[in-house]
């Protein structure tokens, strides 16, 4: 085994007050996605405002396995999708990547049929795609999975009905792609209804589809026989401008999110409020200021427009320092504390059960050495270590750049004591 000194590491020293502007990147949980709506029809797409981070590396490999052709230039993606594609996605391309499944409807509708490996990706307990299966054979799809390969075909789509028993994204996004070629018409009800969803069907109905209700409970989508490539510019990214967020409640500071939506983070701004970080909607994106220490509060996740689960790491190390005792419940996903052990190494009073986290906020953190999980528990020990006495080390980093473009550089350019040490620098 490597010794920390050989690995790749972000070191971390306490830091504030923060100031200055940060551009906030395109939506990593849209760009994915609309990656993947690039197969349903044969042309030539742009995607603009494209973050440089291992995911979209990532989803552009899987499209090459296919045959498509991904370049890019600045924030800009070319995505040429020739007339015949090679409909799969091997597990070698997948293992690291949960949005992979978002290939399942547009090769059902362009091509009729697919076989993509079950997907990787963050270690945070499962996320079956049961639901997707579901949905999918709704309106007409054959699915049956084997030897770690999901096997879809479909003869004809089919507009129906289709309910989810859970507002699922992947699960809406999948029967949208889909059925924006089915006949007839499709109804999702109990639909997601983030932003991601919304821009996913901006780009469909520039595309000639027509999709209504995104960004409710109940969508519809009457399919049409033909689709063409369009240019799109993707939506903000609402989870990098919470993280900047914490990063300003941990050391204190002034900032504008250059980009940001305040209407796509109403309930986190509410929640940062009630914690004594000050935000409001900006021409440029959302101005947020904090100064003193933090107050506890109680956090729940929800599907959108509730709390984002992806927020509850950044919520969990701000509570770790706040005055007070909050309680944490997770109600999306399980597993979602195992970067709790990390923080306590730093001196955070931290207790969990089940679904729930009580956390007693102490004065200061210590750094020390802790080792990122996944993408979000990765940056809020990088956020965590600017409000802790010492050096914080954390080490596989890889996973922060799975999900943020330059999260060192931008928050080095705020005034963070941050820095990215690789082996032999």
Known sequence: MESVDQQDRIEVRASGPLEGSVPISGAKNS????????????????????????????????????????????????????????????????????????????????????????????????????????????????????????????????????????????????????????KGTTVIDNAAREPEIADL???????????TGAGTSTIEVEGVDELHPVEHTVVSDRIEAATFLAALAMAGGEITLLGARSDHMAMLCRKLGDMGVRTSSDPDGIWAMCNGRLRSADVSTLPYPGLPTDCKPLLVAMLSVAEGVGIVTENLFSGRFRYVDELVRMGANIRTEGHHAVIRGIDRLSGAPVRASDIRAGAALVVAGLAADGVTVVSDPHHIDRGYEDFVGKLSALGADVRRVRPGG
């Open 201 to 211: 069907a901006g780009f469909l109905n520039h595309m000639g589809g027509q999709v």
């Open 31 to 182: 760009v994915l996605k609309l990656m993947a709506a690039c197969l349903l029809t044969e042309g030539t797409f742009v995607i603009r405002n494209v973050p440089d981070i291992e995911d979209v590396t990532a989803m552009a490999e899987v499209l090459r396995a296919m045959g498509v052709t991904v370049s890019r230039s600045g924030d800009a993606l070319t995505i040429e999708r020739p007339a015949s594609i090679t409909p799969e996605a091997p597990y070698a391309l997948t293992e690291q990547l949960r949005a992979s499944t978002a290939v399942l409807g547009p090769l059902l509708a362009g091509v009729g049929h697919a076989r993509v490996a079950l997907p990787g990706g963050d270690d945070f307990g499962p996320r079956p795609i049961d639901m997707h299966v579901a949905a999918l054979e709704t309106i007409g799809c054959r699915i049956e999975t084997s030897g770690g390969d999901v096997y879809a075909s479909a003869d004809n789509l089919v507009g129906n009905l289709v309910l989810l028993e859970f507002p699922s994204v992947g699960a809406t996004e999948n029967v949208m792609m889909a059925a924006v070629r089915a």
